[in-house]
């Protein structure tokens, strides 16, 4: 069994190398690097900067050694950006973590589901995951954060995503299932007396895992995008910093208007980076996993 | 003489789309395998309907009307095990039949586990071994090898070494040799013939290439939009064809003789322009369009089957 | 047109890899001499992976990114001879391309743009060489059209409306548009079925009879090469192994490989035991020493494991790249 794991695990290993001749996964790895590191320094953050007017207000940024909380200055309610961003960077990727977690690993067992049934099982969840793919995802989670105003924390934010986060993880699975299980060598599994339990597990999963993580991380970006949608409405936690909140409050007191750009560029470029960094990321794993894309690399 | 095989007005129907158009893939085939080693040769050309054919044999599909009786027993009624013991399949593309993500062998370490039942691991091996090298091959050499290692014509070795483990009744071959380059693939012929005589096992051997049809197999049957049209003696229906379209392939086939070139080349093909989907969904004769001898009746009502010289064939042109 | 014995085409030490990498190279055609007479029809013939289709794009002068060729191609046109492979891409596609050297390719079914009625196609050909109006151009390809036996409305169609074979047939007529000299057939019936691989033949011979072309027909199916070339190629992993008259080639081949060719088809009204070739053919990143067919030969002896054997020329333009022909 150990036997077994060590394979798996060099296995990964290769893979991982293979991926990193990629100048597209290196750039997007580096840029997910700094990203959670910064996320992890938020855990240094002194607890003052949680409070109101505890720092000078509208403070441009300054490099003081002797003061670091102010590097990228402050903002209308006198609390610190350094802290802010950091903090609003550690809170969005959870969202965005949990609703991957969450979202698409429904879609995997649905899509999975879906591909291998037949028949009036097969119509239903077809049903099920087009009618959520079609669905306009953004008004229904309005309509679902206003009503579920009073309970949301950065916990229960990601259920509430999920909802909607499934549909599209699912329908990729569901393709490569059903590619798959037409194939010959899954006829040839099952006349070598391979149980369809076992066909699932070591024929099909293995070409759904790949897939998988891409979808994983392109629900990652989904996430983070749609919370900061949701919290430019207003809609989101706004009583917790994150990406989305920051803008909120940046745009209500102005700040663009006011000249504060310190405040607003911050989360803008932090977004913007995730997402390159993650796009990179999976584009990549997508490139490697499709034999016809890496076969025009070289 | 008893019959392993029968397949009795066999029918499957494809749709394309949800509400889209039907049509007949396979249409009331009927056939017969005696039980005696024989090799069955399927042929027509791309659109004919002979891989569904193979899939219904092999149950991929389940045929929508008729049904397919193995040794009298409607296939659907016998036990998992006991079919795949039976009947085996070999495809056509080596690459795809077998898991680039796994070891070829793993497939034959399992057939033998699930099928034969041997549970220990060495006597997986040794049994394994035994057949592997029927086919030419050295364990040692193989078992750790990946997909990728293997060329085309080894891993079509391995996938027949795989169906001969069960010792089978019927090997059930789509096109195995197709993909193949020319010098190889008669090998992987003779290797049936080989196999039909020594080990008795029965083949039903799917294929476009008439010259291999009739190089090794005993009957044929030849398929066209997704009825068999003329099935009988392979050297019958090839050497004394009656259908007229059976006439047109044998004619149109280059023959590797340079001596014969101009006698092939007096020969005109008419080129028709005909649509496929059209010629699924006529009523009578599928052929009615290019057939150069098409009559009214061959439009409206599909001809039955006619015995002429222990053949078959499926033409108005020889009803009496 | 001239017909009879005057060379059309020649290629001269012609090296052709594929770069893999700074370190790794598939070296697809190895020192290939040739020549082509105008009006003949000539076999390319080899199994998967021998280079053939190589040897076909280069000397067509069209060269992949990474293909990296050495050699000289000649060809010659009305005002002298070029060097396909030295003259620049925009003179090849505006002057040489379909009006002197045209091109058949593999899967030609799917070439067409599915974005252009198969007319256009026609048109934009006519005006770029020939410089016709548009009006001129149209009627000039309908006539063409016609004269194949083709309804006209088949210009309107969009290609995807018209069936595979049609569509091949289409490519076919489009590249005999211009009447070109030289018509190289890169496996013309490759994915077709046997009656309309006939059809598209015997089209493809009379237009060849008629404008008295070179028909160069590449193509892993000897009984293709049977019924239609008057010389053939034999090529083996990159090398030119064999050339010979086709119908004196049927009858005694000399190389083993060419042999085993042969004898390996097996044909209608004949059950008498063929055999294959047993292994594979090598990798050709690193050929093996001496003849590259020596692991497989049944003759295979000393000097072939250590050395490349010369070419030995024969009368009726016959030649063997084997060590079994020399004399010593």
Known sequence: MSLNIRAKLSKISTVFYTLLRYTRFRIGLAILIVMVLLALASLTSPPVYRRWYAYPKDRPPQFNLAAMDLLLGTTSNGRPVTYITINALANSLIIGLVTALIGSHIGLLVGLLSGISRGYKESVTVLLIDSFVCMPGLPLLIVLAMALKNIMTIHTLPLILSVIAWAWPARNVRSITLSVMGREMIYLARFSGIKFTGIIVHEVLPYVLGWHLTNFINTIIWAIGMETALAIFGLSILSEDTLGTMIYWALNYNALFRGLWWWMLPPIVIIISIFIGLYFISSSIAFYLNPRLRGHSQ | MGEMLRLENVTKIFRYGFLGFKFRAVDDVSLSLEDKPSIFTIAGESGSGKTTLARLILRVFRPDFGRILFNGRNIYEIGDRTFYRNIQPIFQDPYASFNPMQKPIRYLRETVKNIVGIEDEREIDEYIAKTLSYVGFDISVVADKHQHEFSGGELQRMAIARALLTKPKLIVADEPVSMLDASFRINIVNLFKKIKEEMGVSFIYITHDLATAYYISDYIAIMYRGSVIESGRSEKVLSEPLHPYTKTLIESLPIPDPKQKKLWMQKKMAFTASIEEAEFILKGCRYVYRCPYAFDKCKTVMPPYITINESNVRCWLYYK | ?328
Request: aromatic share 8%.
């Open chain 3, 1 to 328: 047109m001239s017909i009879g014995n005057t060379s059309i085409l020649r290629a001269v030490d012609i090296y052709g890899e594929y770069v893999v990498s700074p370190l790794l190279s598939v070296k697809a055609v190895t020192n290939v001499i040739l020549h082509m007479n105008s009006g003949e029809i000539v076999g390319i013939a080899g199994e998967s992976g021998c280079g053939k289709s190589t040897l076909v794009k280069i000397l067509y002068g069209y060269i992949e990114p990474s293909l990296r060729v050495r050699g000289r191609v000649l060809l010659n046109i009305d005002d002298g001879t070029i060097d396909l492979l030295s003259v620049d891409e925009e003179y090849k596609r505006g002057r040489i391309w379909w009006r002197y050297i045209s091109y058949i390719p593999q899967n030609s079914m799917n070439i067409l743009n599915p974005y252009m009625r198969v007319g256009d196609h026609f048109t934009e050909l006519l005006k770029k060489h020939l410089n016709l109006e548009k009006d001129e151009a149209i009627r000039v390809a309908g006539e063409y059209v016609e004269d194949l036996g083709l309804r006209k409305d088949v210009l309107k169609a969009f290609p995807h409306q018209l069936s595979g074979g049609m569509r091949q047939r289409i490519v076919v007529a489009l590249s005999l548009l211009l009447k070109p000299r030289v018509i190289f057939a890169d496996e013309p019936t490759t994915a077709v079925d046997v009656v309309l691989q006939k059809v598209l033949l015997q089209y493809l011979l009379d237009k060849q009879k008629e404008y008295g072309s070179t028909l160069i027909i590449v193509t892993h199916d000897m009984s293709i090469h049977a019924m239609a070339t008057e010389r053939i190629i034999v090529m083996y992993a990159g090398h030119v192994v064999e050339e010979a008259p086709t119908e004196l080639f049927y009858e005694d081949p000399k190389h083993p490989y060419s042999r085993a060719l042969i004898n390996s088809l097996p044909r209608l009204g004949d059950k008498g035991i063929r055999q294959g070739l047993a292994g594979q053919p090598p990798s050709l990143i690193n050929p093996p020493p001496g003849c590259r067919f020596h692991p497989r030969c049944p003759y295979s002896m000393d000097i072939c494991r250590r050395e490349e054997p010369p070419i030995n020329k024969y009368e009726n333009g016959w030649r063997v790249k084997c060590w079994l022909y020399v004399k010593r």
